[in-house]
């Protein structure tokens, strides 16, 4: 083989990543509101994530490709306790502490997660409910790590902060598509993250992420900056207020 033959077939071992990732198509998404307000009104509300699959040449392959997407946040520690009934009184027996648990979780799919990609894949990735790190604090058995994750997910899903739907995701023309995910009343005030995860033939070829904020208005957003700002004073005034509202209504009571 010639000096300058080898050259190019270095070149060209050296190009191909570059060109078979340029050659991979990109996502376009958007959310239909980047921050939620959360007043005394507030019952849920509906999110839609959707957004645009741009194929290079803007040629649709043969093997049409799926759309996972997520929401979820805010991640925070959390301590989690199991009761057991001792001499007829229940006691904490046992607890576990994890460091990066989501607050509100919601995954929506074109198909099942498991028909789309393998275990591996979706642990990387954190593809549904099973798949959640959440970073146990210290040493912990697993039989007892799966039995404490597992009683969060189930009073989480039931109270609607953990979603799973493998059949939220439309898509249009192999190129649009679009996903509405419900947020409860109760879900938590921070900095949520929408993903689209864009998968074909058990690889996950891009993923593009948006910001969304859920935040309190109005009169609970004075009330809770107020707590966190100057808890003192407060916490002061919650109890005046406590005095003054009973010693009126003690007043009400004595004249009927």
């Known amino acids: ?25 990109r996502l376009v998404p958007d959310v239909s509101s980047r921050a939620i307000d959360i007043q005394y009104s507030f019952t849920g509300e509906e999110l839609l994530l959707f957004g645009a699959i741009l194929y290079p040449g803007q040629r649709l392959p043969d093997d049409r490709a799926d759309i996972v997407v ?43 997660v498991d028909k789309l990609v ?62 509405r995910i419900p947020v409860p009343a109760r879900v938590p005030v921070g900095t ?18 948006r910001d969304v904020q859920i935040r309190k208005a109005g009169f609970e957003r004075f009330v809770a900056l107020a707590a966190q700002r100057h808890g003192f004073l407060y916490g002061l005034s919650a109890v005046l207020l406590s005095l003054a509202l009973g010693y009126g209504a003690s007043a009400v009571f004595r004249r009927r």
């Open 70 to 112: 997520v929401l979820k946040g805010p991640v925070r520690p959390i301590v989690l306790r199991e009761k057991r009934r001792v001499a007829g009184i229940w006691v904490n027996a046992s607890s576990i502490r994890l460091r990066t648990s989501p607050g509100f979780y919601a995954i929506g799919s074109s198909r099942p």
């Open 118 to 179: 393998d275990e591996r894949t979706a642990a990387i990735f954190e593809l549904g409910l099973a798949n959640l790190s959440m970073s146990p604090s210290g040493f912990s058995e697993a039989k007892k790590l799966e039995r404490f994750e597992a009683g969060l997910t189930d009073l989480y899903r039931r109270s609607g902060l953990f979603v799973e739907n493998p059949s939220a995701v439309e898509i249009t023309e192999g190129v649009l598509y679009r996903a």
């Open 1 to 25: 083989m010639s000096a300058a033959r080898a050259m190019l077939l270095s070149l060209a071992a050296l190009l191909s990543p570059a060109v078979a990732h340029a050659a991979d198509p």
């Open 192 to 209: 949520y993250r929408a993903e689209t995860y864009l998968i074909s033939r058990g690889r996950v070829l891009a993923v593009a992420s």
